[in-house]
């Protein structure tokens, strides 16, 4: 088929409009390339930033138990210093500003981790310069709760009892007062729950018509003194006969272990008292439900001593300071309220005491308790508040608490 003059004509006229449609395309692509590699790196600098965010809230909301103004400055030290071990988009480093980057309001503590213009750390970009854009704002922003906790973990083997009001007088029972010991009328365990109920016959031995018992209520609260026990040293000794529960005895007992750290040691005994103590292998307790625990049947102030030494020595500058009321270094070796020295123990109502062998008690609480010193099987140290221990965490419990958990919510 021959072409005609008139469309040989056409067809060149079209050959210099190709051109133009290339640029356009070209410029296009170039502007794609840009939102897709600026975008990316903007995307990557946020979850960069909302990483440290988190873990800046998380580190830092521990430091919530503290009193002012021991509390914000360490929540600002602590979040501040998780900062810089954080790198985002072209810092080596996050910087927070402790002014308007962290934010402490009631049991809260939110982190804001921010490359801004207006700060001068603005993320630079790269193919955007070609339109005028040269840096973006990216931030992230992280809320960490500390909650009391309904749950602990890594709990030492001792029990000790609960605080009641020994210093009451009790009409017909003067020796009861101030006894160390907590007293009440023997009675008639009908439904074995430990407890006297209501129906259940008891001995009348100052004919008052009324069962007589020393008053138990809430215990020890975790609150400051005149209110609460929290920086009270108290000196524990280990209950080695002497079943009645005293205010400054506590029992060695078996805490059930965690199924894959049973395997290799006996039931009970000197080795496994050690191992528990110095050791996180201990089964989760929840405060408030009744526990069968099994009394340690020998001897344990060598082992005790052995093994509280032991967590002396992993921390040894540490100590307390009655100004702030709580856990602090003579150096750099940790931060306030925070030791390896900080343990969780049982408390049970002390009118259900453990006994020889296999007892059902209720363990109303948990303590975290600092260690001071100890020689010959007596503990010395100070009530105070410490986390839970447990890594999945937990519901809230009742409040004051002396465990608390921390989680992210936001």
């Not at 830092?60 to 900062?83: F, G, N, Y």
């Not at 801004?116 to 992230?140: C, H, M, S, T, W």
């Not at 001897?299 to 005790?304: D, E, F, I, L, W």
Request: aromatic share 8%.
């Amino acid at each position: 088929m021959k072409r005609t003059p008139l469309a040989a004509s056409f067809l060149l006229r079209q050959k210099g409009a190709v051109m133009p449609m290339v640029g356009f395309i070209i410029i296009v692509m170039l502007a794609l390339a840009a939102l897709a590699v600026d975008i990316g790196y903007i995307l990557v600098t946020k979850q960069q930033l909302q990483n440290a965010a988190d873990a800046c809230a998380l580190a830092a909301a521990p430091a919530l138990i503290l009193e002012e103004p021991e509390k914000t400055a360490e929540v600002q030290s602590r979040a501040t210093d998780m900062a810089s071990r954080h790198r985002a988009g072209n810092d080596a480093s996050v910087t927070l500003d402790l002014d308007k980057d962290i934010v402490i309001q009631d049991n809260r503590v939110t982190v804001y981790a921010r490359k801004l213009k207006e700060r001068d750390n603005g993320l630079p970009l790269f193919f955007a310069r070609i339109f005028g854009v040269q840096y973006a704002d990216v931030f992230a922003k992280a809320t960490a709760e500390m909650t009391p906790s309904s749950l602990a973990c890594c709990v030492k083997p001792w029990a000790m009892p609960d605080r009641w009001h020994d210093e009451k007088l009790i009409p017909g029972y003067p020796k009861w007062q101030n006894n160390g010991y907590w007293d009440g009328e023997e009675f008639t365990d009908l439904d074995g729950d430990g407890l006297r109920g209501p129906d259940e016959p008891f001995v009348d031995s100052n004919s008052d018509n009324t069962y007589n018992g020393e008053e138990y209520d809430e215990g020890f609260v975790a609150e400051n003194p005149p209110a609460g026990q929290i920086g009270v040293e108290y000196t524990l000794k280990v209950n080695s006969k002497n079943e009645r529960p005293s205010s400054s005895f506590f029992n060695p007992v078996v805490i059930p272990w965690l199924p894959e750290d049973e395997v290799g040691l006996p039931p009970q005994g000197a080795n496994r008292y050690y191992e528990s103590i110095v050791g996180c292998k201990s089964s989760p307790i929840s405060p408030g439900e009744r526990t069968v625990i099994e009394s340690e049947p020998g001897n344990m102030v060598g082992p005790t001593d052995k093994a509280v030494n032991a967590i002396i020595a992993d921390d040894p500058d540490a100590h307390w300071d009655d100004v702030v009321n709580n856990v602090v270094h003579d150096s750099d070796g940790g931060a306030v309220g925070e030791s390896p020295r900080i343990v969780l123990m049982p408390v049970y109502d002390p009118r259900i005491p453990p006994r020889a062998g296999r007892t059902t008690v209720v363990i109303t609480k948990v303590v975290a308790f600092f260690i001071e010193d100890v020689k010959s099987g007596n503990i010395t140290g100070r009530m105070t508040k410490a986390p839970s221990n447990c890594p999945q965490g937990s519901t809230p419990g009742p409040d004051p608490s002396f465990i608390h958990s921390i989680r992210l919510v936001e």
